[in-house]
């Protein structure tokens, strides 16, 4: 967008993006972040979206490891997916990131079709003259921390018997947690991220979700010691 519009390079956030000024997303938090996926995602019809994330992902690198970024699936969470399935169960994903962006993949990635992911989300609306959805640069739900148990209800209606989620910011707790109040058995998984030679190592400031695990009696993967294989191979 830069390249197209040299002007926005000196406004934000774009500015902070070009100058690889990390600080300012660290001083904005959510907001900032939203501000900058609201900047490069929206003002688009959805054909137009949708063409961009085909693109994107056909050619994108995942940064350090210049592989693919279908190489960087985790090999075990493949597997517990294909195994769940295998036993009855029905998959979705429920992500902070954009809804459209993550269902542009969720097929091929993950073998879980567009209409059972649940993201963030941003106000469309219809143009009857182009007979298309248009995107529009206002939230209109953020899915991370207690967000992600209002989309759940918004778009499947029902709480999760088996839910997993990620050691790291935090943002899958509240999920974790109203999986737990379902009036069937159910199961609540954490992957503790603390593997820095394999992976990475983002362990929270304040243990919060470790320590909410140890609290619930959630399961916790050390991604160290229980994984003999982190990433799929193609």
Known sequence: M?????ALAQKQP????????????EKGGDKALIELVAATHTGMTEDEFEASTKEFFSGAQYPGKNVP????????QLELLNYLRANGFKTFIVTGGTIEL???ISQDFYGIPKDQVVGTSFKYKFDDAKNTVLR???LDHFNDKEGKPVGIQLHIGQRPVFACGNEGGAGDLA???YSSGSKYPSFQLIVN?????????YQEKDNLSLNTAAKYKYHVVSMKDDWKKVFADK
Do not use: G
């Open 2 to 6: 830069v390249e197209a519009n040299p």
């Open 14 to 25: 774009f500015k902070a993006v070009v100058e690889k000024d990390k600080t300012y997303f």
């Open 69 to 76: 970024l279908k190489q960087i699936r985790y090999q075990p």
């Open 102 to 104: 993550v269902r542009a």
């Open 136 to 138: 529009e640069p206002a």
């Open 175 to 177: 999920m974790l947690r």
């Open 193 to 201: 991220h603390n593997d820095s030679i394999r992976e990475y190592n």
